[in-house]
C-alpha cells in the first residue's frame, strides 16, 4: 500500500471515529421544536458621525442542546457578524461603500473548566457557558466604513447578518449537518442608514 493511499486512509478513519464520538445516541438528532427560532436579531440600528458609520446590534439565542454537548466534547465554534453598506442607485446596482467583519470563536478548556471566546486576536476566559455568551450577543457603536456625508441625500442602507459558520466545524460534522436545522442560525436585515448625529 502505497504512503498517499495510507495517509488517506487514516484521514477518513480519524473522521469517521470523530462523527462516532459526536453522534452517539442521537447526539445530533434535531433538538428544537418545530417553529423554533433559535436566533433572533432585537435590535439593528446605524448611524452617521464623524468617526463613520455605526452599526449598533443585539441579538437573542439559545444553542441548541446537540450544539451546546458537542462544545463540551472539544469541537470549537465560530459566530460571524457581517454588515455591508450601499449607496442606492436608480440607474444601476446598488453601490457598496463599506463592509466589516467581526468573527468569534468559542472554545471549552477542559483543563481549566473554563470558556475561552477569541476576537481578533484577543481572548477572553468565562467560567460559565452564559457568560460566555453573553459576551457575543450585543454591540455598540461598532465602525463598518467611513463617514458618509451629512450633505449627502442620497439613500444608503445597510445589509446586516449573524449566523454561526458551520464551514469552521470540522469536516464531519459538516457532513451530518444536512438534515439538522437547529445548527443553521443565521438572521439578516436590512436597516437604513440613519441621520447625523
Known sequence: MSLMRRRELLARS?????????????????????GHRSLELDKLTVQRSDE????????????????????????????V???????????WTDELIGSATRRWRL?????????RLSL?????????????????????SWRIADPIPASSDLDHYVDFRFRLDTDE?????????????????????RVAVGPAR
Not at 120 to 140: I, K, M, V
Open 14 to 34: 480519524a473522521s469517521a471515529l470523530l462523527a462516532a464520538t459526536l453522534a452517539p445516541a442521537g447526539l445530533l438528532a434535531h433538538a428544537d421544536t418545530p
Open 120 to 140: 481578533e486576536g484577543l481572548s477572553r476566559h468565562y467560567n460559565p457557558l452564559p457568560d460566555a455568551l453573553n459576551a457575543r450577543r450585543s454591540t455598540d
Open 52 to 79: 463613520g458609520t455605526l452599526l449598533s446590534y443585539s441579538v437573542r439565542f439559545d444553542l441548541p442542546r446537540d450544539l451546546e454537548q458537542a462544545l463540551v466534547k472539544g469541537v470549537a465554534v465560530v459566530f
Open 169 to 189: 466545524l470540522p469536516r464531519p460534522l459538516q457532513i451530518g449537518l444536512g438534515g439538522l436545522s437547529t445548527w443553521n442560525m443565521d438572521v439578516r436585515r
Open 81 to 91: 457578524a457581517e454588515a455591508e453598506v450601499f449607496r442606492s442607485r436608480w440607474y
Open 107 to 115: 472554545a471549552y478548556q477542559p483543563l481549566t473548566r473554563r470558556w
